[in-house]
T-cell receptor, first 117, second 113 residues
Framework: GAGVSQSPSNKVTEKGKDVELRCDPI?????LYWYRQRLGQGLEFLIY????????KSGLPSDRFSAERTGESVSTLTIQRTQQEDSAVYLC???????????????FGEGSWLTVV | KQEVTQIPAALSVPEGENLVLNCSFT??????LQWFRQDPGKGLTSLLL?????REQTSGRLNASLDKSSGRSTLYIAASQPGDSATYLC????????????FGTGTRLTIIP
């Protein structure tokens, strides 16, 4: 597609349920990021994938959070046993390989808005 | 640990004025710096990217500068318009091989018609 695509765009879930959020990066982009933004707050880094290298998981807030990516394609962020503090918009972004002529601009999706009730 | 700060947190200016948004970072060993805008309820839109070797980038009414040694970047908006109202975020990319972006806290800009 032309841009980074995320689904669902909105999700309301009950506390304790598991949720899966999906990200389709721009075709050809090897780098993929997940960020979280709580209402009125800044962006928190969650996880970064670069090609087939081991992901940088240093931002995942707890073991309830996990993410997968197969090769250079779709990524899924999973939150298990959701809590009310997980309510936020989850933003996915992608960029080309570092050093590429394109300058490595990072492109964001519209986000998945998660509300835990 | 890299920390990115944006001042002011909020800014209101009359339409037509020129304005400057500030971004500072504590670790000057960056790969590049990018400015984004975020509209309410939306994702982020990339505005300008400055590589660590560059001093400035321009796109239309926007001009971004980078002084890596002092850990500062500015975003200059000329002849502001109501459509420029948004939150502006700067983000630094840490380096080749360390691709994490650290975002600033943002400046919420309101252009008064």
């Amino acid at each position: 597609g032309a841009g980074v695509s995320q689904s669902p765009s909105n999700k309301v879930t009950e506390k304790g349920k598991d949720v899966e959020l999906r990200c389709d990066p721009i075709s050809g982009h090897t780098a993929l990021y997940w960020y979280r933004q709580r209402l009125g707050q800044g962006l928190e880094f969650l996880i970064y994938f670069q090609g087939n290298s081991a992901p940088d998981k240093s931002g995942l807030p707890s073991d309830r959070f996990s993410a997968e990516r197969t090769g250079e394609s779709v990524s899924t962020l999973t939150i298990q046993r959701t809590q009310q503090e997980d309510s936020a918009v989850y933003l996915c972004a992608s960029s080309s390989r570092p050093g590429a002529f394109s300058g490595n601009t990072i492109y964001f999706g519209e986000g998945s808005w998660l509300t835990v009730v | 640990k890299q920390e990115v700060t944006q001042i002011p947190a909020a800014l209101s200016v009359p339409e037509g004025e020129n304005l400057v948004l500030n971004c500072s970072f504590t670790d000057s060993a960056i790969y590049n710096l990018q400015w984004f805008r975020q509209d309410p309820g939306k994702g982020l839109t990339s505005l300008l990217l400055i590589q660590s070797s560059q001093r400035e980038q321009t796109s239309g009414r926007l001009n971004a500068s980078l002084d890596k040694s002092s850990g500062r970047s500015t975003l200059y908006i000329a002849a502001s318009q109501p459509g420029d109202s948004a939150t502006y975020l700067c983000a630094v990319r840490h380096g080749f091989g360390n691709e994490k972006l650290t975002f600033g806290t943002g400046t919420r800009l309101t252009i008064i018609p």
